[in-house]
């Protein structure tokens, strides 16, 4: 069973993101000289710690000190993210992935270490199943009728219903085909099975084994992550130099018609009252309509024109061009640098779900329009760095041709998100400094009050 825990926590990805960005693993980390966390809670800032002494006898006790005030750190970190107060409350795997038999003995911490407890602690919050046993999918095939036929309901299609044979099907299936899948793939995964079944457009059970087969192959190595994550390190590093191609090719001649006279991308405008924005920490909901009142508060956010040129230029829908790129199963868009860019060989392309939209079993897009869309920028007191996140969500819906209305069918939900780091420092410009992409699939709890419908298959 998934356990909760906060993986935003901002002193877990302080050291996440440098264990991902070093070159070598075997790095040596300590925190800077700082307290602990500022009042506001910044987090303390981790470097590499450089010569270390070696063993009992050469690491002095200085060196010692400061190796146990990271362990420390991370320790506390870990059980805060757990709710724990104590070692023994966290998961197994985690506490063999810490080593904490290391700690209090003056040992060094490493960015090999690090990832290795990022990674376990991935693998606890949403597991892989390494096995489905037919009761566990009987389950799941119970739980997705509830959730077709509550809040995930289609009012154009009637009520989701499997005979006793159907659902035998569906749970053999979700046995056979889900193993190797994250509980939360899973899930969707049940959707699509008996979606397939109860549509009843599917008469021919050689057509909905195909269904089957397919999403297994989609979904089988798909993983949730948030930014920062070690395991799409390599990934988002491809991604920031693709940025920084886009944002070159946005800022050169040709593109100054893209802009008005006080630094504003026109796309920016545009969206203005398509999108919420939080700036500065003041929120803009677009229910509210305080278009003018946003733009007012980015520009006295963003007082230099040139900064307010690159940051109003990711506060828009164009950076949602690589997302809709990746979940429609193609490349980014090209860019003078980037003439025919390919990610799918880089690590980390694999836990993205990108359905092959060329395979004519899909009518089109899985991912339905997002109808979440949120831009946050934050800048530092100092006005020297800025972080603009761009959110989109939305329904996953069942997307299959020839299923009629029941393609509409929502089966999960999804959520990306971008984080783009700026440099602020130089006055003439804005660079784009790191990029980090994430991913968050998930099906809503179902309707408890709703029992699972038995009887003859319907046409939805």
């Known amino acids: 069973m998934a356990i909760q825990v906060n993986l935003n926590d901002a002193q877990f990805r302080a050291f996440t993101q440098f264990a991902a960005n070093v070159s070598d693993k075997g790095t040596v980390l300590k925190a800077d000289d700082n307290p602990l966390t500022a009042l506001d809670g910044t987090p303390r800032k981790i470097v590499a710690k450089g010569y270390d002494g070696y063993g009992h006898f050469w690491r002095d006790d200085a060196s010692k000190g400061i190796n146990n005030d990271i362990r420390k750190l991370f320790k506390d970190t870990v059980l ?182 006080e630094g504003l ?84 392309y694999d836990m993205l779900f990108t359905p092959d939209m060329t395979n004519l079993l899909f009518e089109g897009p899985i991912l339905k329009q997002a109808e979440g869309l949120e831009y946050t920028l934050k800048v530092e007191e100092d006005g020297r760095k800025a972080k603009v996140t761009a959110h989109y969500s939305g329904d996953l819906k069942f997307g299959i041709d020839d299923a009629g209305d029941c393609s509409a069918n929502a089966t999960g939900t999804y959520a990306y998100e971008t984080e783009f780091e700026f440099d602020l420092s130089n006055p003439n410009e804005a660079k784009l400094t790191g990029t980090h992409f994430s991913q968050m699939l998930g099906i809503p709890k179902p309707d408890e009050q709703a029992e699972p419908p038995v009887g003859l298959s319907l046409q939805l």
């Not at 939080?278 to 900064?307: L, S």
Request: proline share 4%; net charge positive.
């Open 80 to 261: 805060r993210m757990f709710g724990a107060t104590d070692v023994q409350d966290l998961p197994k795997d985690v506490r063999d992935a810490m080593k904490t038999g290391d700690y209090d003995k003056g040992k060094p911490l490493t960015a090999r270490r690090i990832i290795a407890v990022s990674k376990a602690i991935a693998n606890v919050v949403d597991p892989v199943n390494k096995s489905v046993s037919f009761e566990k999918a009987e389950g799941l095939v119970d739980d997705a009728l509830k959730f077709i036929n509550g809040k995930g309901r289609n009012s154009k299609v009637g009520e989701a219903k499997l005979n006793a044979e159907q659902h035998a099907k569906a749970a053999d299936l979700v046995s056979r085909l889900g193993r190797g899948m994250t509980d939360t793939c899973l899930k969707i995964y049940t959707n699509y099975v008996v979606l397939a079944i109860a549509s009843g457009a599917f008469k021919d059970g050689n057509k909905v084994n195909e269904i089957a087969q397919q999403m297994s192959q989609e979904l089988k190595n798909v993983r949730n992550f948030t930014p920062g994550d070690v395991r799409f390190a390599k990934f988002d590093a491809k991604l920031t130099e693709y940025w920084q191609s886009t944002l070159e090719e946005q800022m050169s001649v040709e593109k100054r018609e893209m802009y008005d006279g």
């Open 265 to 348: 991308f026109v796309n920016f405008k545009g969206d203005a009252h398509r999108a919420s924005f939080t700036i500065a920490g003041e929120k803009f909901n677009i229910v509210d309509r305080r278009t003018d009142e946003m733009i007012g508060k980015f520009k006295y956010t963003i007082p230099n024109i040139q900064h307010r040129k690159v940051i109003s230029t990711f506060m828009s829908q164009l950076s949602g061009n690589v997302y809709v790129a990746l979940t429609t199963g193609q490349n980014p868009p090209p860019t003078p640098k980037f003439k025919n860019p390919d990610v799918t060989s880089e690590k980390g």
